[in-house]
């Protein structure tokens, strides 16, 4: 197995490790459940170096690709080769999109306490994490109705799911031209959407989740939501705020992690 | 130069080539400078996927479509990049309700006179009032193209990409050193232009559509061949 000395992954909050109350935005939120991530016990299992956990609570895979170019780009400039790279794209739900905002044009929608450097594109623009949780929020009231626009009027799981797997398509392709390892694996509940939009000729490598009686998560059940519950794990109702999204603690992280490893491992 | 090859051009209506009233796809493809750069290259023939109003989110998606269902063996691609504040929406079918119909979408949309709808102009004013970066736009194309080489190459289907009707200078020519198959201009002074200012600069006047005729598409097709040749003999 060749050595992973370094380790990057993206998704939303799964990825981050939250559980129980949601944290905040700021790094040093974010780094205390890190910890608890798949994505930190995974590195330790790698033993690699560094972990680049890029995730972020609400997170898109919009923005995934743009953080991981970002990172890309910082990390390498002009001279993208790194055979001890493995990059770690957990999927998140495709209704999920990025929107630039302007906090001089419409002030509240990200408070400046909360907004990430990787998500500020310049002195005026950050991007903010859209999803359909906001659909109810009053953040603004212009956001509030373009969001509620959005979703109501031009809004298509087909169409999403369509342009989802292209820019998977297109990402995968990207990093093997530079020879980068990298695995995909669906981070919540959306399974195997991309089947009916994918060309023939693509295999995207994307790690499967089986539960515990074997079967395919594409026939009977979803990401790893479905795949740890099956094995024993709970998800964790988060009460502050209450967001839905019932993440999973330390042990079921570390049961994901390994998966993850031994699908991979052969592979390295 | 190309002999045995299919040309296949995506793009806005500048790919598509509409002239006054005509917006026959038959008469507009063999104005188009995709037909004659079919011709001046030698190409066995051309396709022409183009819409008017069409955004590049569009081209990349007809693209796409395109590969799953043909023959991609002898293919060349021209991506004529169009502005970048465009996009596409699904739009329900009204009468199917679960059906969707893709919808160009420009700023030509923040007007009363493209829908009677007030949610969607509403949406429409929203969006490129306050939620509209070109910023961010310009860093998401340049992604894509790049994105889009490597795929391409990948399947072996030689490609460039035109700096047709988007801002002269949005792409970056090498990024992570890959150098991209660009096509593009500059004025006199030495700024960036895209290859429709270029062509009224040399004297071509588009029409009352903004469109050009024949000729304009002549000159364009033989600009075009003019940089892919070079690109090819570098």
Not at chain 1, 160 to 176: A, I, P
Not at chain 2, 73 to 89: H, Q, W, Y
Request: proline fraction near 4%; charged fraction near 25%; include cysteine.
């Amino acid at each position: 197995m060749h050595k992973v000395k370094k380790l990057v992954t993206l998704g939303c909050s799964h990825t981050v490790g939250s559980y129980l109350d949601k944290p905040g935005d700021s790094w040093e939120e974010l780094a205390r459940c890190h910890d608890r991530s798949w994505s930190r016990k995974l590195a330790k299992l790698l033993d690699a170096e560094q972990e680049c956990n890029l995730a972020i609570n609400g997170g898109s895979n919009p923005r995934s690709i743009r953080v991981l170019m970002e990172w890309i780009n910082e990390t390498y400039n002009d001279k993208f080769e790194d055979s001890d790279l493995l990059i770690i794209f957990s999927i998140t739900e495709p209704m999920r999109f990025e929107v630039p905002v302007n906090a001089s044009l419409t002030p509240g929608i990200i408070p400046n306490s909360l907004s990430l450097g990787n998500d500020k594109i310049n002195n005026e623009w950050s991007m903010h994490r859209a999803g359909p949780w906001e659909i109810n929020t009053n953040r603004h009231a212009n956001y509030s109705e373009y969001i509620r626009n959005r979703y109501g009027l031009f809004s298509n799981d087909d169409h999403e799911y369509k342009k989802l797997s292209y820019d998977l398509v297109m990402l995968h392709y990207f990093l093997k031209l530079h020879n980068i390892k990298h695995y995909f694996f669906h981070g919540i509940d959306v399974p195997d959407f991309y089947k009916p939009f994918m060309p023939a000729f693509v295999k995207l490598p994307i790690i499967k989740f089986t539960t515990k009686d074997n079967i395919y998560f594409e026939t009977n059940a979803f990401g790893p939501g479905g795949f740890l519950t099956s094995h024993g794990f709970k998800r964790g109702l988060d009460i502050k705020p209450l967001s839905g999204c019932a993440h999973f603690d330390h042990d079921a992280n570390q049961f994901l992690a390994e998966h993850i490893y031994d699908k991979i491992k052969e592979e390295l | 130069m190309f002999e045995g090859k299919t040309l296949l051009g995506v793009g806005c209506s500048h790919v598509f080539a509409p002239l006054g009233e005509d917006i026959n796809p038959e008469t507009c493809h063999q104005r188009s400078w995709v037909k004659k750069l079919e011709r001046l290259g030698n190409f066995k023939n051309s396709i022409n996927l183009a819409q008017s109003g069409g955004s590049n989110q569009r081209s990349e998606r007809v693209l796409m479509e395109y590969l799953e269902s043909n023959n991609y063996n002898d293919l060349v691609v021209t991506f004529g990049l169009t502005d970048l504040s465009r996009f596409e929406i699904p739009q329900a079918d009204k009468i199917t309700g679960h059906l969707y119909n893709m919808k160009s979408i420009g700023p030509w949309c923040v007007s009363s006179e493209h829908t009677s709808d007030k949610r969607e102009l509403s949406f429409m004013e929203t969006l490129y009032g306050e939620f509209h970066s070109t910023n961010y736009e310009t860093v998401m194309i340049n992604r894509k193209m790049l994105y889009l080489n490597s795929f391409l190459n990948s399947l072996n289907i030689e490609n460039y990409f035109i700096e047709l009707h988007c801002h002269g200078g949005s792409i970056i020519p090498c990024q992570f050193g890959i150098n991209l198959p660009l096509i593009h201009f500059k004025d006199e002074q030495g700024l960036a232009i895209n290859a429709i200012r270029y062509t009224m600069i040399q004297g071509y006047t588009p029409d009352h559509t903004g469109h050009f005729d024949h000729d304009g598409h002549e000159f364009l097709a033989k600009l075009f061949y003019d940089q892919i040749k070079g690109i090819k003999d570098a």
